[in-house]
């Protein structure tokens, strides 16, 4: 299990509501937005590499986040429905990265 999750910038307000719950799971929590390793605009591809490189798992909103983790060198991903955000309206997904 990763150490580390990794929450995207679409589904911060979740994180921020359900932050307790995931330091329970996690040693550390990132937000894109407000980690300087992962800037408010930077694209699927881009944390998906941090992820990668950095032993993380990714929480997001967007069910084809994945199709950009192609282009960084990601081969294989293993994506659950892990909630869904009611103040948001919209999934949440846990996106484990394999290689």
């Not at 580390?4 to 929590?29: F, P, S």
């Not at 993380?56 to 659950?80: P, Q, R, W």
Request: include cysteine; glycine fraction near 8%.
């Amino acid at each position: 299990m990763a150490r580390r999750v990794v929450i995207d910038h679409d589904i911060l307000g979740w994180g921020d509501e359900n932050a307790k719950q995931l330091l329970m799971k996690y040693d550390d929590m990132l937000q894109v937005g407000k980690h300087p390793d992962l800037p408010q605009r930077a694209f699927d591809d881009k944390v998906a590499a941090y992820c990668n490189t950095n032993g993380c798992d990714l929480m997001t909103g967007d069910a084809k986040s994945f199709t950009h983790f192609y282009e960084a060198g990601i081969k294989s991903v293993n994506i659950a429905r892990y909630g869904w955000w009611i103040k948001g309206d919209r999934p949440i997904y846990l996106v484990k990265i394999i290689d």
